[in-house]
Nanobody, 116 residues
Framework: QVQLVESGGGLVQAGGSLRLSCAFSGGTFSSYDLGWFRQALGKERESVAR?????YYADSVKGRSTISRDNAKNTVYLQMNSLKFDDTAVYYC????????????WGQGTQVTVSP
């Protein structure tokens, strides 16, 4: 069973940076598409970035965030720079078999709070 554990969230001032990590276990890491999603209070969950072979970003974070994978460590990262108050949310890591549609596996989430 695939398990995902996020870390790296916290409180940061606007304009600051954070790096989120997601440790993957229970499957063949290289066979999975890994994604980051977020859900702000009172809002629907939205995709932030995803990566199997190539990275894709939501317009809201494009140019400020970088998703990367370390296949040796079975870990996916989300580096977020120039953080804005609107980036405040719970960030979730998700996984799906590459080529499939449904994000089947989810982490527990990590809170990112950006102070104005």
């Amino acid at each position: 069973q695939v398990q995902l554990v996020e870390s790296g969230g916290g409180l940061v001032q606007a304009g600051g940076s954070l790096r989120l990590s997601c440790a993957f276990s229970g499957g063949t890491f290289s066979s999975y598409d890994l994604g980051w999603f977020r859900q702000a209070l009172g809002k629907e969950r939205e995709s932030v970035a995803r990566m199997w072979r190539n990275p894709y970003y939501a317009d809201s974070v494009k140019g400020r965030s970088t998703i990367s994978r370390d296949n040796a460590k079975n870990t996916v990262y989300l580096q977020m720079n120039s953080l804005k108050f609107d980036d405040t949310a719970v960030y979730y890591c998700a996984a799906r078999i590459a080529g499939s549609v449904v994000w089947r596996y989810w982490g527990q989430g990590t809170q990112v709070t950006v102070s104005p």
